[in-house]
C-alpha cells in the first residue's frame, strides 16, 4: 500500500474509533489487522484509543488477548510484540448492549474520560461493524445521548454495506442517518474501493493518452467486468439467503466498479467532482423495462459439483438455507450506459459464487479490423484486449497481434502481461487499512455518497424485483462450472464469448 502522506496533517487526527460489533468476526478478521498494520505503518495518529463495544461480559485483558490471537492469523505482517504492544496500549473493551437506549449515556460518559487521557478532544469515528438490522438502533442511540455533535470536535460515522435492502429501506435508513450525521460525515463503506487496481483505473485512463483517446464507443466493442469466486456461502447462510448475489455484489462493489471504469474524467480530484462523475454513470444505465429483464438478465444458484477435485454441496443443501431455496447465487446481465461517449457499446457484468475461478477482472474488448487485409480463417487474430486485473493477479494485460516467427501462421496474439499474482488481494485486511486510514484524514473519495448508492439501488432493485417474481430452475449450474448456459448465451447471441484470460 502506498498512502498518499501529503494530506496528513490537514485535518485534527486525533480521535477515538468507537466500533460497535467489536467482538464480531468484522472486527476480529478485517478491522484489528488493518490497525494493527497502520501501526506498523506509523499510520494512526498520535492521540488515538479504539474502544471496541460488545455485548459480551470480558475484561480488557480477555478481549485484547482475543484481538492479539486473531491479528497473529489475518494479519498480513507477522506480528511483532513490540508493535502489538503499541497497538494494545490503544484498545479499550466496553461492554454494553447496544439496544439499550440508555446504555449510550454510559458510553459517552467513558468516551469523554478517555478524551482526556489520550488527548483526542472529542473527536470521534463510530464504526458500525453490526449487522445492518442494528444501525438504525445505534444511530438512534447516538442522537438521543447527543454523541454525535459536539461543538469543535468531529464526528464520523462508518457504515458497511448493505446499505438497506432495496431502494425503500436504503432512503428510510438514509435519512435517519441524516437526522444525526451530515452526508459528509458519512462514510459508506465499499471495500473493493480499497483495493489497489480500482484506485488504478482512474490512473491507467487519465495518465496515458493511447487509452484514454480511444476509451469510448468508436472503438470499443464491449466491456465486461466479472467477480468470480470459487467459494459458496460457507456459514454465511443465513445472510446470504436474504441478500443474493445482487445485493451482495452487483448492487454495490460491481456498479462502483462500473462508473469508474465508464465515467468521464472529472474536474479534479476532490471527492466530490469524483463522485459526481461516478454517478452520472449510474444515472445513465438504461431503462430497465420488463423486456430488459427478460433478455438481458441471468440469474443462477449452484448446484452441487467438484472445486479443485473437492466435492461440495448445492447451495440449497447449505447451513442455513432452505431446501427450496430461489436466491440467486450468480448474476449476469448486459447493459448500456445512454450517453455519448458508450451508446451501442454492451458491458456485460457478471458474478457468481463456487464457480471454476476467483478472480476479478475487468476486460476492455477493442474493435476488429475490417477483413482486408489479414484473414481470420488463415490467421489466429484476436481481438486487442485491455484486462484489467484486480485479484487474484494484480495489473494490466494487454493482447495485440504480432507476425509470428515460428509456425506456419502469419499472425499470432501477442500476450503483454503486467500482473503479478497476489494472493492477499482478496477481502483482505489491505483494503481496509487504506479505508480506515482515509477515514481518519477525512477524505472520503473511496465511499460512496447516497446518490450513487440510491441510483444504484433503482437499478438493483428492479432486478431483484423480478428475480423474486419468476419461477425458477433452480439449481441450475455445477458448482466449479461458470454459470449457467444461459449467461453464455447471453454473449453469443451477439457473436462474443465471456473471456477468461
Ligand atoms: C463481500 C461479499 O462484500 O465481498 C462476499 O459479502 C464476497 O460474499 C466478498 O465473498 C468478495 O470480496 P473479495 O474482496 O474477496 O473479492
Known amino acids: 500500500m502506498k498512502l498518499d502522506e501529503t494530506k496528513i496533517g490537514v485535518d485534527n487526527l486525533s480521535a477515538i474509533l468507537v466500533i460497535f460489533g467489536g467482538t464480531g468476526d468484522l472486527t476480529h478478521r478485517k478491522l484489528m489487522p488493518a490497525l494493527y498494520n497502520l501501526v506498523l505503518d506509523k499510520l494512526l495518529p498520535e492521540h ?12 480488557q485483558e480477555q478481549y485484547q488477548k482475543e484481538v492479539y490471537d486473531t491479528i497473529r492469523k489475518y494479519s498480513r505482517n507477522k506480528l511483532s510484540e513490540t508493535y502489538w504492544a503499541g497497538l494494545k496500549e490503544m484498545i479499550y473493551y466496553y461492554q454494553f448492549d447496544f439496544i439499550d437506549q440508555e446504555g449510550y449515556y454510559g458510553l459517552k460518559n467513558f468516551l469523554e474520560q478517555l478524551d482526556q487521557k489520550v488527548k483526542s478532544e472529542g473527536n470521534r469515528v463510530f464504526y458500525m461493524a453490526v449487522a445492518p438490522e442494528y444501525f438504525e438502533t445505534i444511530v438512534q442511540g447516538l442522537q438521543l445521548s447527543d454523541m454525535a455533535k459536539k461543538s469543535g470536535a468531529w464526528s464520523r460515522l462508518i457504515i458497511e454495506k448493505p446499505f438497506g435492502k432495496d431502494l425503500k429501506t436504503a432512503r428510510k435508513l438514509n435519512s435517519k442517518l441524516l437526522e444525526v450525521f451530515d452526508e459528509n460525515s458519512i462514510y459508506r463503506i465499499d471495500h473493493y474501493l480499497g483495493k489497489e487496481m480500482i484506485q488504478n483505473i482512474m490512473v491507467l485512463r487519465f495518465c496515458n493518452s493511447i487509452f484514454e483517446s480511444i476509451w469510448n464507443n468508436k472503438f470499443i466493442d464491449n466491456i465486461q467486468i466479472s467477480l468470480t469466486e470459487k467459494l459458496g456461502v460457507g456459514t454465511r447462510g443465513g445472510y446470504y439467503e436474504h441478500s443474493g448475489a445482487m445485493r451482495d455484489m452487483v448492487q454495490n462493489h460491481i ?73 440467486e447465487t450468480f448474476v449476469a446481465v448486459k447493459l448500456h450506459i445512454n450517453n455519448f461517449r458508450w451508446a451501442g457499446t454492451p458491458f456485460y457484468i457478471r458474478t457468481g459464487k463456487r464457480l471454476g475461478t476467483s478472480s476479478a477482472e475487468i476486460v476492455i474488448q477493442f474493435k476488429e479490423m475490417p477483413n482486408i487485409l489479414y484473414f481470420k480463417e488463415r490467421d489466429i487474430q484476436e481481438p486487442n484486449l485491455l484486462v484489467i486485473r484486480i485479484q487474484p493477479n494484480v495489473g494490466v494485460f494487454f493482447q495485440f497481434n504480432t507476425k509470428d516467427f515460428n509456425t506456419h501462421h502469419d499472425i499470432v496474439p501477442t500476450k503483454m502481461d503486467t500482473s503479478y499474482f497476489s494472493p492477499t488481494q482478496g477481502n483482505t485486511p489491505e483494503a481496509y487499512e487504506r479505508l480506515i486510514y482515509d477515514i481518519l484524514r477525512g477524505d472520503a473519495t473511496l465511499f460512496s455518497r447516497w446518490d450513487e448508492v440510491e441510483a444504484a439501488w433503482m437499478v438493483a432493485d428492479q432486478m ?31 457473436g462474443r464469448k465471456w473471456w477468461n484470460i
Open 255 to 327: 456498479i462502483q466498479i462500473l462508473s469508474l471504469v465508464a465515467m468521464e474524467p472529472p474536474v479534479n480530484l476532490k471527492t466530490d467532482s469524483i463522485r459526481t462523475e461516478k454517478q452520472k454513470v449510474i444515472e445513465a444505465i438504461e431503462e430497465i423495462t420488463p423486456e430488459f429483464l427478460r433478455d438481458n438478465v441471468v440469474f443462477g444458484q449452484y448446484g452441487k459439483g467438484m472445486i479443485d477435485g473437492i466435492p461440495v454441496p448445492a447451495y440449497r443443501e447449505e447451513e442455513n438455507v432452505p431446501s427450496n431455496s430461489t436466491t
Open 464 to 494: 431483484i424485483k423480478y428475480r423474486e417474481q419468476k419461477k425458477h430452475q433452480f439449481p441450475n449450474y455445477d458448482s466449479g462450472s461458470m454459470g449457467p448456459v444461459r449467461a453464455f448465451e447471453l454473449l453469443a447471441r451477439d
Open 48 to 59: 488515538f484509543a479504539i474502544v471496541s463495544v460488545g455485548r459480551r461480559e470480558k475484561t
